[in-house]
């Protein structure tokens, strides 16, 4: 299952480890998913949203 907020569609983002003798090697921020049941269109429903969206109030919760 892919690691997507099912509100904004934000995903992982990808770059580099890099060590003290800068030897690179590729590493992922995953986002911060919760998973919350929401109200949408009148439902219950349950989704995989990130905490910014919850933070900033772009879901009701149930």
């Known amino acids: ?6 509100i904004c569609g934000k995903g992982p ?3 580099n480890t890099i ?8 590493r992922r ?3 911060n998913l919760r998973p919350v049941r929401a109200i949408v ?3 219950t ?3 995989r949203v ?3 969206c919850l933070r900033s109030g772009k879901v ?3």
């Open 41 to 43: 269109n009148g439902a």
């Open 50 to 52: 990130c905490t910014s």
């Open 45 to 47: 429903r349950k989704l």
């Open 13 to 15: 983002q990808f770059g």
């Open 60 to 62: 009701v919760k149930a």
């Open 19 to 26: 060590s003290h003798a800068h030897n690179t090697s590729r």
């Open 29 to 31: 921020w995953n986002v």
């Open 1 to 6: 299952m892919a690691r997507v907020c099912d």
